[in-house]
């Protein structure tokens, strides 16, 4: 049998289909592409590897605005701002990392969020830019004109300086869609129940439960926070640890013994303890960052130091801010749980009725520590991006004249500051240690997060 030749008319037609079927599957898969990685298509090489200062300079903003707030930020305030911003900062300039995903599919509630057009250029800086400066605008409580002003200045500093590398019509274009990202988380924020963590509360009363402590006698702060929506759904519900020590005015009893160790403590502390105590007490107009603003500080500092991508910036400020806020919605879902009263209360009434802690005990109560807790949490989601044994010195108190402090490792950070609280005269040893290791177990869950595919 003959092999039919088509004549030439028909063979150039099946030609030009061909061509057309192989363009099209061609359009295609660079589609697909340049979806999957859409950095490669925003603007020239030199610009594709931006550095981090964006985000260091934000962030440091911010724990400006903290530091001289008055009245002071609650820390719990603090704690949600840092979460929202770093998934502000993850969505509006993901497209630096390679491969990047959505974390919509991966946190509790999350909306769908906005999309670049995938065939037109984008400053992944700007987009950062402005949702951070929104962000900021939007979650930071009670902020003054002259805190307005800072803001401005700054978001006006990088949009200033990208329109002359990169055109205005790009930082426009990228100011527009960093807002609608602010916009869009700033919405799923308010329906967290934040705005009820302080709704009238009285607390229960009974042997071994919190009262208010001197010096203030300051009413239970954020009572509510454990009925705020986590990001993590593993974190949604329940309470993770196990009970504290049941209460005991006996001389001979554990309870006893727990609250005479902090005593003890306090009686003989050393030069450098009182100096750790103090290093780790981050609350106060004109003192401190707030608890988890001295962990966001440090974070600063490491990515300045080993001058950080934008987008390795990204991935540390999105999982240490998911881990920080899980971590104090669980630890205060605990706290009011067990409502457990605090080492001043317990020894001025069984052992030294004249004895008052080393720095001011916080308003609420006391079991498991918060800032050996939350600390921890952080510390390992650190950890996991930037390594186990990451030495690092921190100077975050340099200005108040204190020594920097340095590390072997994050986890020896959280240690150190779970055991201030010891120091202190705050917290019993047992509350601090239960708090490292479910705050371990957070920052775990935080860091197993997927953000590219």
């Not at 003192?287 to 500092?301: L, V, W």
């Not at 490792?409 to 055991?419: N, P, R, T, W």
């Amino acid at each position: 049998m003959k092999t039919k030749i088509p004549k030439a008319k028909e063979f150039f037609a099946l030609l030009i289909t061909a061509i057309a079927l192989f363009t099209s599957c061609q359009k295609d898969m660079n589609r697909e592409a340049v979806n999957t990685n859409l950095a490669s298509n925003a603007l020239p090489a030199s610009l594709q590897k931006d550095n981090a200062s964006v985000a260091i300079d934000w962030y440091n903003l911010q724990l400006q605005l903290l530091l001289q707030a008055n009245p002071a930020v609650p820390p719990v305030a603090a704690n949600r701002l840092f979460g929202y911003t770093g998934i502000s900062l993850y969505e509006a300039a993901r497209f630096e990392i390679n491969n990047s995903i959505s974390l919509q599919r991966q946190l509790k509630e999350m909306p769908v969020m906005p999309v670049p057009d995938d065939n037109k250029k984008y400053s992944w800086v700007i987009s950062a830019n402005e949702a951070m400066a929104n962000i900021t605008r939007d979650l930071f409580p009670a902020l003054t004109t002259a805190n307005h002003a800072s803001i401005d200045s700054l978001e006006k500093a990088y949009n200033d300086k990208y329109t002359s590398l990169v055109g205005a019509a790009v930082v426009a274009r990228s100011q527009t869609f960093g807002d609608s990202v602010a916009a869009t988380i700033f919405r799923w924020a308010q329906t967290d129940l934040f705005n009820h963590v302080n709704d009238p509360y009285t607390p229960p009363v009974g042997p071994g439960l919190w009262v208010p402590t001197p010096p203030l006698y300051l009413p239970a702060a954020a009572p509510y926070e454990g009925n705020c929506r986590t990001f993590l759904r593993i974190h949604s519900k329940g309470t993770t640890m196990k009970p504290p020590r049941n209460y005991s005015d006996e001389k001979g009893s554990d309870f006893y013994a727990m609250a005479n160790n902090v005593y003890k403590v306090s009686q003989s502390l050393t030069d450098d303890q009182k100096n750790i105590a103090f290093f780790w007490n981050d609350v106060g107009v004109g003192i401190g960052y707030t608890p988890m603003g001295h962990n966001i500080s440090i974070i600063n500092q490491i990515l300045k130091n080993s001058n950080a991508t934008l987008a390795k910036a990204e991935q540390v400020y999105v999982k240490a801010g998911i881990a920080m806020w899980d971590a104090t919605v669980v630890c205060w879902r605990s706290k009011y749980k067990y409502n457990q009263l605090r080492p001043v209360t317990y020894i001025k009434k069984n052992i030294d009725s004249t004895w008052l802690p080393l720095i001011i005990t916080p308003n609420h109560p006391e079991y498991p520590a918060a800032h050996a807790f939350i600390t921890s949490s952080v510390m390992e989601a650190l950890s996991n991006e930037l390594g186990y044994h990451y030495n690092f010195t921190d100077h975050t108190y340099d200005f108040r004249g204190f020594a920097p402090r340095s590390y072997n490792s994050f986890e020896q950070a959280a240690l150190e500051c779970g055991q201030s609280r010891v120091y202190g005269g705050i917290h019993y040893q047992q509350s601090v240690d239960i708090g490292h290791v479910y705050g371990e177990s957070i920052g775990k869950d935080a860091a197993a997060i997927e953000l590219t595919k």
